[in-house]
């Protein structure tokens, strides 16, 4: 059975840490695999990563995909408190139009 | 802006009554997902249109729950008679390779 699986469930950091952010997969046929960020209300889309070894950057963010070893990993930089949020990753396999979510990293950024 | 709106935001109902969701992307998109998300979750998928066509649903969608895209634009979600286990918040999406998400509708069941 396709699963996503992120760790760690929960972080707590002080502003200005730097923070990693894991998910693994186990995905039929994987396709890509996403990144998104939610806070009070719906996922908001951050990366997309379909290639081995391409890092996707936004600002402080940034995300890399390991297909050999099938995870992925997010790191933030210099977080801030607006950082604090939910982020999960989701996979898509081929043949199937659905993203399977992992559970999520709850982060939360004290100033 | 996500570009899809969603209506309810909130929805209390009591069990055995059923409830109806409504999602408007606000430009022509082929895609549309239904996820369901619950506490400490991520969302879980639940069916998906391309166009009018309901091209995928999950087997874990019991027969209480159905969707319809009747003109390929606008899409509804119908839960009948609802259960407490349906509480979650019921999120639209639109997009190809990557998903765009409302704001979602939370629904507690009471």
């Known amino acids: 059975e396709d699963k996503v699986v992120q760790s760690p469930l929960s972080l707590v950091v002080h502003e200005g840490d730097t923070v990693t952010l894991n998910c693994s997969y186990e995905?039929?046929?994987?396709?890509?695999l996403l990144w998104y960020k939610q806070e009070k209300k719906a996922p908001t889309f951050l990366f997309m990563l379909?290639?081995?070894?391409i890092e996707k950057k936004s600002g402080r963010l940034s995300s890399i995909l390991d297909k050999k070893e099938l995870f992925s990993i997010q790191n933030i930089t210099a977080t801030q408190t607006g950082d604090s949020a939910v982020y999960l990753c989701?996979?898509?396999?081929?043949?199937?139009?659905?993203?399977?979510f992992g559970t999520g990293t709850r982060l939360k950024v004290l100033a | 802006d996500t570009g899809v709106s969603q209506n309810p935001r909130h929805k209390i109902t009591k069990r055995g009554q059923n409830v109806t969701f409504r999602c408007d992307p606000i430009?022509?998109?082929?895609?549309l997902y239904w996820y369901r998300q619950t506490l400490g979750q991520g969302p879980e998928f639940l069916t998906y249109?391309?166009?009018?066509?309901?091209?995928?649903k999950s087997r874990l969608l019991s027969d209480r729950f159905s969707a319809e895209r009747p003109k390929g634009s606008f899409s509804t979600l119908e839960i009948q008679r609802t259960e407490q286990g349906d509480s979650a918040m019921y999120l639209c999406?639109?997009?190809?390779?990557?998903?765009?998400f409302g704001q979602g509708t939370r629904l507690t069941v009471v």
């Open positions: 379909t290639s081995s070894g």
């Open positions: 995905v039929t046929n994987f396709r890509s």
């Open positions: 989701a996979g898509t396999p081929s043949g199937t139009y659905k993203y399977i």
């Open positions: 999406a639109i997009g190809g390779g990557e998903a765009f």
């Open positions: 430009s022509e998109h082929n895609r």
């Open positions: 249109f391309q166009n009018e066509a309901q091209l995928e």
